[in-house]
C-alpha cells in the first residue's frame, strides 16, 4: 500500500509536497499504525498528533483521501489504491500533518463552556432525572478532535464563525438543568448559528455521533422565538 503523505514545514519550504512511502499491507494497521511505521523505519522526522489510538483523545485527526477522519480508527483496508493524508483543512499548519489547535481552543471558550450559577448553591448534591441527562448528554460526547470543523465549509471559508464543535458545546450547557447561563449575544449572531448554511457535513463527520447540525438548527429555533417573543423564557 502507498500512503501519499503531505510533508510541510511552513518558514523553510516553499511550499507542501506530497511523499510517497510503501507500508505493509497489513489488515490490522490503521492509518496511525502506518505513519508509525514510516516514522520509526523510514523518515523520523515525520511529524503528526496522537496519543490514545483508541478513538478518545482526539488528537489523531487528519484528512485521509480528502475527509476528517480518526487516524486511529480508520484502516488500510478502508481502502483500495493510494492513501492521501494531508493536515485538517481550515487550520494552520505547524509542520507536516500537525495543526495550530490556539483557534479552535479560542471559539470553545467564546462559549462559557461550565456551568454557569447564580444565587445561593443547594446544601446537597444537583441530582438530575434520566431525563434531564438525556437532554445533553449527546453533546458530552464530543472530544474536540475538530473533525467536524475541518469538514464544514463554512469554517473553512471563515475562520471566524464559532463553529460546530463550539456551538454543539454550548447547546451541552444550555440544555443542562443545572446550568443558568445566557450564550445568546454569542450565539445568536453573524459569526454564530446565522452563519451556519445547514451543510450538515460537520454531523457526517463526527466519529462519536454528535449531530452539531442539530443543535444549530434548533438554537435558531430559540433565537428566533427569542427575537420575536423576547419576554418568553431565555432557555432553549
Ligand atoms: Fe486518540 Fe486517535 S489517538 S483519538
Not at 178 to 192: H, K, N, Y
Request: net charge negative.
Amino acid at each position: 500500500m502507498i500512503l501519499r503523505v503531505n510533508r510541510y514545514r511552513p518558514g523553510v519550504d516553499d511550499a507542501p509536497v506530497f511523499q510517497d512511502y510503501e507500508v505493509p499491507d497489513r489488515e490490522d494497521w490503521a492509518i496511525l499504525d502506518a505513519l508509525t511505521h514510516i516514522k520509526d523505519t523510514v523518515d523520523g522526522t515525520l511529524s503528526f498528533r496522537w496519543s490514545c489510538r483508541m478513538g478518545i483523545c482526539g488528537s489523531c485527526g487528519m484528512n485521509v483521501n480528502g475527509e476528517p477522519k480518526l487516524t486511529c480508527g480508520t484502516f488500510l483496508t478502508d481502502y483500495s489504491g493510494p492513501v492521501t493524508v494531508e493536515p485538517l483543512r481550515g487550520f494552520p499548519v505547524i509542520r507536516d500533518l500537525v495543526v495550530d489547535i490556539d483557534p479552535f481552543l479560542a471559539n470553545l471558550s467564546k462559549v462559557s463552556p461550565w456551568l454557569v450559577r447564580e444565587g445561593e448553591e443547594p446544601e446537597t448534591e444537583f441530582a438530575q432525572t434520566p431525563e434531564q441527562l438525556e437532554a445533553y448528554k449527546q453533546y458530552s460526547m464530543c472530544i474536540n478532535c475538530m473533525l467536524c470543523y475541518s469538514a464544514c465549509p463554512v469554517y473553512v471559508l471563515d475562520p471566524d464563525f464559532l463553529g460546530p464543535a463550539a456551538i454543539a458545546l454550548a447547546q451541552r450547557y444550555n440544555l443542562d438543568s443545572r446550568d443558568m447561563g445566557d450564550r445568546f449575544d454569542v450565539l445568536s449572531t453573524e459569526e454564530g448559528v446565522w452563519g451556519c448554511t445547514f451543510v450538515g457535513e460537520c454531523t457526517s463527520a463526527c466519529p462519536k455521533h454528535v449531530d452539531p447540525a442539530e443543535a444549530i438548527q434548533r438554537y435558531k429555533l430559540t433565537a428566533a422565538m427569542r427575537s420575536v417573543l423576547p419576554f418568553t423564557r431565555r432557555r432553549p
